[in-house]
């Protein structure tokens, strides 16, 4: 996922990107709000300072709502009630409040671009999913291997078809835990590891599901034909 970060805060800028690299994210940014159009075209998310040396940030966030429908969150010491309402109202589609937990940030990221997906037209989740003969119904949460249908417990099942719908994306540990399990505890990460080394066992490919160091998992696709 490619971010565009509006932060004129060198500090702040310089601490984001590797903390967003580790989660699978690349990103790019600006110190100031005037050219921002013309860095919209190669983005998925745009992280949008109010506080700029040039354009108030509230007017920046206008123009990119009038120019495109990419998510934008605003990051902003301005928390008061007034301000958020103000930066919702003029497109932003979310808000957090500085300083802020980057845990939290990049769930919001995620839930975000994950909204924007799903309302492109024919960017639809197909039913039936097919990778190296494994084959994933998500209508009727089945999985058929090679022919054979595979009991997966609900969580494992839900795990895959996350991993699955991703096209093979990293979907972060955070983002796992969150989704499949609705919240967070001291020993998610390792619930998380024992569903995916129980899942690679009972699909016989351990090489689907692959390990992202320090980040997530994600599903080795097979490489392309040439």
């Known amino acids: ?46 992280l949008l300072d109010l506080g700029l040396p040039d354009v108030d940030g ?15 969150i605003i990051v902003s010491a301005r928390g008061e009630v007034d301000d958020r309402i103000l930066g919702l109202h003029s497109g932003a589609d979310d808000y957090l409040v500085k300083p802020y937990d980057v845990g ?6 995620e839930a975000v ?14 039913e039936l999913i097919e990778i190296e003969g494994v ?24 795990v895959l078809a996350m991993l699955a719908t991703a096209g093979g994306a990293v979907c972060t540990r955070n983002r796992i835990v969150a989704e499949v399990w609705g919240r967070s505890w001291p020993g998610a990460n390792r619930t998380l590891d024992v569903h995916v080394a129980t899942l690679r066992t009972k699909l016989g490919r351990p090489e689907l599901v692959q390990t992202v160091r320090g980040v997530g998992y994600r599903l080795g696709l097979p490489a392309p034909a040439e």
Not at 149 to 154: A, D, E, G, I, K
């Open 135 to 158: 084959s994933l119904d998500l209508a009727r949460h089945t999985v058929v291997v090679d022919g054979a249908q595979v009991t997966l417990s609900r969580k494992e099942f839900q």
């Open 1 to 46: 996922m490619r971010i565009l970060l509006v932060e004129d805060d060198d500090r702040v800028a310089a601490a984001l990107k590797p903390a967003l690299r580790r989660h699978g994210m690349t990103m790019i940014r600006l110190s100031t709000g005037r050219d921002v159009l013309t860095h919209l075209a190669d983005v998925d998310v745009v």
């Open 104 to 109: 939290e940030l990049v769930a919001r990221v």
């Open 113 to 126: 671009y994950r909204r924007r997906r799903a309302a492109l037209p024919g960017v639809g989740t197909p």
């Open 58 to 72: 509230v007017d920046v966030c206008r123009t990119i709502r009038e120019a495109t429908d990419l998510p934008i």
